[in-house]
Each structure stands twice: as structure tokens, then as C-alpha cells.
């Protein structure tokens, strides 16, 4: 499980990253209570971005898990 200063690292990379920089009220509630799996954690970010999980590009859909499965491994 991810504290809230990992998720702060891992909100600044996506958004630096890959372009996507959630409203701040998402990004304080992701740090409180960080969903507990990476793919949770992928779809609420992939969510809060205005995407679909199931129908977006699968590629970009993998960037961002992969960026989350990162966090989750340190």
C-alpha cells in the first residue's frame, strides 16, 4: 500500500509524464485512501481523467499502470 507522500511522487510523474494531472480534491483523496492494488489505483486515476478503463487506448492504458505498478514496487 502506498502513504500519502509516495502517491504526491507518483500523482507529480503521471501528471509530468504523461499528461495526467488530476483536480486537486482527487489527488487529496487518492493520497487518504489510496486504492490497494495497482489496477484499482490505474482505473481511479484513468477515471478521474475522464477515460473509460475498459474502451481507452490500451497502450496509454499501460503507461499509466505501468507508472502505478512502479510505486507499488518500491
Same mark, same amino acid.
Given at each position: #500500500?502506498?502513504? %500519502?507522500?509516495?502517491?504526491?511522487? !507518483? !500523482?507529480?510523474?503521471?501528471?509530468?509524464?504523461?499528461? /495526467? +494531472?488530476?483536480?486537486?480534491?482527487? +489527488?487529496?483523496?487518492?493520497? #487518504?485512501?489510496?486504492?490497494?492494488?495497482?489496477?484499482? /489505483?490505474?482505473?481511479?486515476?484513468?477515471?478521474?481523467?475522464? /477515460?473509460? %478503463?475498459?474502451? #481507452?487506448?490500451?497502450?496509454?492504458?499501460?503507461?499509466?499502470?505501468?507508472?502505478?505498478?512502479?510505486? /507499488?514496487?518500491?
Amino acid at each position: #500500500m502506498l502513504n %500519502p507522500e509516495s502517491v504526491t511522487v !507518483l !500523482l507529480s510523474k503521471l501528471c509530468t509524464e504523461l499528461g /495526467f +494531472c488530476l483536480p486537486p480534491d482527487v +489527488c487529496e483523496r487518492l493520497k #487518504m485512501a489510496p486504492p490497494d492494488s495497482i489496477k484499482a /489505483f490505474t482505473d481511479a486515476v484513468v477515471s478521474a481523467e475522464g /477515460f473509460n %478503463p475498459k474502451n #481507452m487506448d490500451l497502450h496509454l492504458y499501460r503507461q499509466v499502470r505501468n507508472k502505478i505498478a512502479e510505486a /507499488f514496487h518500491q
